[in-house]
């Protein structure tokens, strides 16, 4: 829903950003999920929102929907644009802590993760604030650093 589609060969249509897909159904389940490849949407297969769309509609925006209240769909979607990133980079620092570094280089990625998962996370302001925003972008300096021990 976030994002938009430009119509070419992962897209078999131009959909803006902050509007349903014509392929969501009532359930908010792909209609056409089984048929994304032959139909056209092969972006979608490619897709991953690392778990951050789950949590949005879970946790920050539990019991509420945007077929319910429209005016949600630009909250949610924002949401998204700002907890994906993060999500994305927690996963990333989640396998570099399985990789032999030492010590002190995983306790730098176990602080990394701690400042990107905000003791207070009921709001999308508690993902935004600067502390969090800091150490997402200081995740991949983070990682370069571990070519060097690999």
Not at 28 to 56: E, M, N
Not at 128 to 137: D, I, M, T
Request: charged content about 25%; overall charge negative.
């Amino acid at each position: 829903m976030a994002y938009p589609f430009d119509g070419d060969e992962d897209f078999a249509i131009v959909k803006a950003a902050d509007t349903p897909c014509p392929n969501l159904g009532p359930d908010f389940r792909c209609t056409i999920h089984k048929d994304l490849k032959i139909k056209g949407f092969t972006g979608c297969t490619a897709y991953s929102c690392a778990g951050a769309g789950q949590r949005i509609a879970q946790e920050l925006f539990a019991d509420e929907n945007w077929r319910d209240d429209p005016d949600l769909i630009w909250h949610m979607a924002h949401a998204l644009r700002v907890i994906r990133p993060i999500h994305e980079a927690l996963l990333l620092l989640s396998e570099a802590m399985k990789l032999p570094i030492p010590p002190a280089a995983a306790a730098e990625g176990r602080a990394l993760m701690a400042a990107m998962c905000p003791e207070e996370d009921t709001s999308i302001h508690d993902f935004e604030e600067p502390e969090v925003q800091e150490a997402l972008a200081d995740v991949p300096r983070y990682l370069q650093s571990l070519a060097g021990f690999l």
